[in-house]
């Protein structure tokens, strides 16, 4: 991690497409034995079954039997059991069959102007994780829920102690843990958090942060992001130039309303909480903004007895937040958005749009997008025992599934296993109205 990153400089690099995946190394973790336990009672299955069965048959499962038997003892090497879905369904479900399930499908992101992507590396993330664990382990809100947990707040600390913003600027601090991250990523410098509910009122039922040095639009003062004068509040706290702000999105509206009114005032540097898949979330995000048919992954079919059906028909037995074709495709096979809606505001509005504006919206995204970078989950789900969110349709996680050692090296095995299940993609965007 360098130390003299800030906003102007070190942020952006050309090398690596949005979701090239980098090994993290650290290699010599611990290989999972209990897989090794698990061939052997296939192995003894096997051999019961044959010994019953009659003359033609031994000989073909036999040959069936040893491509599973040695396909099983390769992937056990990088396999550790997950509570929620170990056991058979494991075994002939496998992590790598999983991903490259939905691979083949491809999995939206949004393409910047110029093919830029960030600077900092897998590399780069699991140095920090290392560093972020005991001080997310000091965290006041230890439930957390309905806001963010541990990859999300990874993510932010990260981002934000990267960037090195002038002034940090948050919407939707629900009890204030995210206010208490930037914190931590940023000891000295000035939080703006605008939130319709002050953090404090929630002490009075429990843990809460509320912090010295931010300036509240909360409660009475509550202001929209939107309606905000940001050139006399910028002013008002010594920030001329906006670009050297960090926002932070958490309020559940439309991302490209965000982004517009984002853009308006010259914010550049932005963070959006929840980025939903497709056919999922409370909000327009930007990643279903950028799901496109031009996009590997994107264009999706409403066709019932298609291979994207049939996957996304499995897959959603063993993920929550997986969408299966029912609930991805509204009126008119609609697929964008969610079934074909613009949604805003905890889905309190939700207006339906045209495919021809979908499109037109995600133009007019990529077209002032310097950098889209999605955080990748920080562990595979065979690690953090996740059961929400699809990992076929995310990026490849920081701690790759099998690493165990690694995982628990880190720190990661202390934590309750519910605080991984928040994962939606969180995406940092470096945006720009000019061509720079
Ligand atoms: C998911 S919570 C935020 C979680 C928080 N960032 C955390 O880390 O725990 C969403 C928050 O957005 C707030 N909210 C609702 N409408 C908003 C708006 N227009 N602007 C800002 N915040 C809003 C809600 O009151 C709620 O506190």
């Given amino acids: 991690m360098p130390t003299t990153h800030n906003l102007l400089e070190g942020t952006v690099s050309t090398r690596r497409p949005p979701h090239a995946a980098e090994d993290g190394g650290g290699g010599g973790e611990a290989a999972d034995d209990s897989k090794t336990r698990k061939h052997v009672s296939i192995a003894t299955r096997v051999t019961n079954y044959l010994t019953r069965a009659g003359y033609v048959w031994p000989i073909l499962i036999t040959a069936v039997a040893i491509m599973i038997i040695s396909s099983l003892v390769v992937r056990s090497r990088d396999l550790v059991p997950a509570s929620s879905f170990d056991g058979i369904s494991r075994l002939f479900f496998p992590l790598d069959g999983v991903e490259s399930d939905f691979g083949a499908l491809g999995v939206p992101w949004c393409r910047s102007k110029h093919g830029k992507t960030v600077e900092w590396t897998s590399k780069d993330l699991l140095r920090a994780l290392e560093e972020f664990v005991p001080i997310y382990e000091t965290r006041p809100i ?169 996957i996304r028909y499995r897959r959603k037995k063993f993920w929550e937040k997986a969408v299966d074709t029912d609930e991805l495709c509204g009126p008119g096979e609609a697929w964008w958005g969610v079934r074909g809606y ?36 920080v562990a595979g789900p065979s690690l953090t025992h996740q059961t929400r969110y699809e990992p076929a349709r995310s990026p490849s996680p920081v701690i790759k599934d099998g690493r165990f050692g690694l995982f628990q090296r880190l720190g990661l095995s202390r934590l309750e296993p519910s605080v991984f299940n928040g994962y939606t993609q969180m995406v940092y965007v470096q945006v720009s109205e000019l061509d720079t």
């Fill in 342 to 377: 613009m949604r805003d505001d905890f889905n309190h509005s939700n207006k339906a749009i045209t495919y021809d504006e979908h499109f037109q919206n995600s133009r007019f995204v990529e077209s002032v997008l310097n950098v889209y970078w999605e955080l990748p989950p």
């Fill in 142 to 310: 230890k439930n957390n829920m309905n806001g963010m947990g541990f990859d999300h707040s990874f993510g932010l600390w990260f981002i934000t102690r990267w960037l090195k913003p002038d002034l940090m600027i948050e919407s939707g601090a629900f009890k204030g843990h995210s206010t208490w991250v930037l914190r931590q990523a940023m000891p000295d410098t000035r939080i703006l958090s605008l939130s319709p509910r002050h953090p404090e009122k929630y002490l009075k039922k429990g843990p809460a942060y509320v912090d010295g040095n931010c300036t509240y639009f909360a409660g009475k003062d509550f202001v929209d992001f939107g309606s905000m004068d940001w050139e006399s509040v910028l002013r008002k706290h010594g920030i001329e130039d906006p670009s050297r702000a960090l926002v932070f999105f958490d309020d559940h509206q439309n991302e490209l309303k965000r982004l517009k009114q984002a853009l308006k005032a010259g914010f550049k540097h932005l963070v959006f909480e929840d980025n939903y898949d497709t056919g999922i979330g409370d909000h327009y995000s930007l990643r279903q903004i950028c799901d496109q048919f031009y996009i590997r992954g994107g264009g999706h079919s409403c066709f019932r007895d298609s291979d994207e059906a049939r």
